[in-house]
């Protein structure tokens, strides 16, 4: 079985702070990782995702997340926030399988305020 | 570009009432899912369905059961609506494979009276 912990439900963060959004998970298998953002009145979509390879991942807008197997932790990170990041932050674990249709396990959510 | 729709944006319903969400995709994805989302829970797995005519319960599939006659329109039903029932659902399908990206409909919020 697997299973994610996002430790903070809310986190306010002044404009052009930084700001770190906590994922650890928990698995007994080698895992793929992601990071899903809902904006407002929107479905998920994904940010950036961890397969194999480098343990840094970066998206489009800024953002990077770690890979550390040996803390079992994805923190997301970004150096500068934009008003434009208010959003709710999933992060996802998948245990890598044979199967291929293998189902995600969500975190509950974190909460990014960004403060004018 | 990438659609999942989703037939409602709002619903209510009263306590009994059979439901029905639909959820259509027009990427030629294999698999679909359905989601509930619930404050301070995160997202649920109720239902996914790997292709056509096939389906797997999820975390939470007391209360729901689910459709997938076409590939691209996955239905979640609610046989008798309960209050505990309230809450946003999402669609999501994608191209099979743990790996790859699902992509999510905007949602419906579901309103049992």
């Given at each position: 079985a697997q299973s994610v912990t996002q430790l903070d439900s809310q986190v306010p963060v002044f404009e052009e702070a930084p700001v770190e959004l906590r994922c650890n998970y928990s698995s007994s298998v080698s895992v793929y990782l992601f990071w899903y953002v809902q904006y407002p009145n929107q479905g998920l979509q994904l940010l950036l995702k961890y397969l194999?390879?480098?343990?840094l991942v970066e998206s489009i807008n800024g953002f990077e997340a770690e890979f550390n197997k040996s803390q079992t932790s994805f923190h997301l990170r970004k150096p500068s926030v934009h008003i434009s990041d208010t959003a709710e932050y999933f992060c996802a674990v998948t245990s890598i399988s044979n199967f291929g249709n293998e189902k995600l396990t969500f975190g509950t959510g974190t909460r990014l305020t960004i403060i004018p | 570009d990438v659609k999942v729709t989703q037939s409602s944006r709002y619903l209510v319903k009263r306590t009994g009432e059979k439901v029905f969400l639909e959820c259509v995709q027009?990427?030629?994805?294999e698999n679909m899912f359905w989601y509930r989302q619930d404050p301070g829970l995160g997202l649920r797995l109720i239902y996914f369905s790997y292709d056509v005519k096939m389906k797997e319960k999820g975390d939470i599939p007391e209360g729901y059961s689910v459709s997938r006659e076409k590939k691209e329109r996955f239905s979640l039903i609610l046989e008798s609506a309960s209050t505990n029932q309230t809450s946003m659902y999402l669609c999501a399908s994608r191209v099979s494979g743990i790996y790859n990206e699902q992509f999510f409909g905007p949602g419906t919020r579901l309103t049992v009276l």
């Amino acid at each position: 079985a697997q299973s994610v912990t996002q430790l903070d439900s809310q986190v306010p963060v002044f404009e052009e702070a930084p700001v770190e959004l906590r994922c650890n998970y928990s698995s007994s298998v080698s895992v793929y990782l992601f990071w899903y953002v809902q904006y407002p009145n929107q479905g998920l979509q994904l940010l950036l995702k961890y397969l194999s390879g480098s343990t840094l991942v970066e998206s489009i807008n800024g953002f990077e997340a770690e890979f550390n197997k040996s803390q079992t932790s994805f923190h997301l990170r970004k150096p500068s926030v934009h008003i434009s990041d208010t959003a709710e932050y999933f992060c996802a674990v998948t245990s890598i399988s044979n199967f291929g249709n293998e189902k995600l396990t969500f975190g509950t959510g974190t909460r990014l305020t960004i403060i004018p | 570009d990438v659609k999942v729709t989703q037939s409602s944006r709002y619903l209510v319903k009263r306590t009994g009432e059979k439901v029905f969400l639909e959820c259509v995709q027009d990427m030629d994805h294999e698999n679909m899912f359905w989601y509930r989302q619930d404050p301070g829970l995160g997202l649920r797995l109720i239902y996914f369905s790997y292709d056509v005519k096939m389906k797997e319960k999820g975390d939470i599939p007391e209360g729901y059961s689910v459709s997938r006659e076409k590939k691209e329109r996955f239905s979640l039903i609610l046989e008798s609506a309960s209050t505990n029932q309230t809450s946003m659902y999402l669609c999501a399908s994608r191209v099979s494979g743990i790996y790859n990206e699902q992509f999510f409909g905007p949602g419906t919020r579901l309103t049992v009276l």
